[in-house]
């Protein structure tokens, strides 16, 4: 098993440009998640699925678009980067909540710079 | 709102020496709690967690956790601290009722002294 895989694992991109994240998973996991992670600020949701077909905003959606491609795949889509932008971003997925909770695994991290 | 706030940004500790890690949340309801540990790089582990019954989980290499809901507050221990626990140490929490929804306080950096 690969567990949660992310590409590309680095990213430079001109403000304006776009791109997309790629996170697949191979655990049948039903949730998956979009994590930043910025100094100080530790891991801020972006976006979350919780099935596929379903997505729900975190605490800092703007900016972004998500696709809950299939149960394997979530990607990550930056339309017009900022250098605000500039970040590690993670991806995560996990079993859903039933009566107790599991645990979240995650991928290595894409570290992205918006010039 | 639901919020998880860890007061301390970094921490110093010798070796062998004890360790504890404060974390405190906000919510409407007691969530499930978990700890995370991110080494230099690398993404995170999961140290423990809790859902319900016991107050003091037992984790991964030697961490134990005791869950206060008067204080609302789930504080990582380690009774003796070695050179390979320096690392970032996140708290999170995630609502019963929340679809899987799971938010993470901004982590306490943790530096050992030989």
């Known amino acids: 098993n690969a567990g949660v895989t992310q590409t590309p694992k680095f990213q430079v991109l001109k403000t304006g440009q776009s791109m997309t994240l790629q996170c697949a998973q191979d655990?049948?996991?039903?949730?998956m998640y979009w994590y930043r992670q910025d100094p100080g600020m530790g891991l801020r949701l972006i976006y979350y699925?919780?099935?596929?077909?379903?997505?729900d905003k975190g605490e800092v959606p703007n900016g972004y678009n998500v696709s809950r491609l299939n149960k394997r795949e979530f990607s990550l889509r930056l339309e017009s980067a900022a250098p605000s932008q500039t970040s590690v971003y993670f991806c995560?997925?996990?079993?859903?909540?039933?009566?107790?909770?599991?645990?979240?695994?995650f991928g290595p991290g894409t570290r992205l710079t918006v010039t | 709102a639901q919020s998880v706030t860890q007061p301390d940004i970094h921490i110093t500790v010798s070796e062998g020496a004890s360790l504890e890690l404060r974390c405190n949340y906000s919510?409407?309801?007691?969530?499930?709690l978990f700890w995370y540990v991110q080494s230099p790089g690398q993404g995170l582990q999961l140290l423990l967690k809790y859902f319900s019954g016991d107050t003091l989980v037992q984790g991964i290499k030697g961490f134990e956790a005791e869950f206060k809901r008067s204080q609302s507050s789930f504080n990582l221990r380690k009774p003796s601290v070695h050179w390979s626990d320096a690392a970032e140490y996140f708290c999170?929490?995630?609502?019963?009722?929340?679809?899987?929804?799971?938010?993470f306080g901004p982590g306490t950096s943790l530096s050992v002294i030989p």
């Open positions: 655990m049948n996991h039903n949730s």
């Open positions: 995560a997925s996990k079993l859903p909540q039933l009566s107790s909770p599991y645990e979240q695994y």
């Open positions: 699925s919780a099935s596929e077909g379903t997505t």
């Open positions: 999170a929490v995630e609502g019963k009722t929340s679809y899987d929804k799971v938010i």
């Open positions: 919510y409407g309801a007691t969530p499930y």
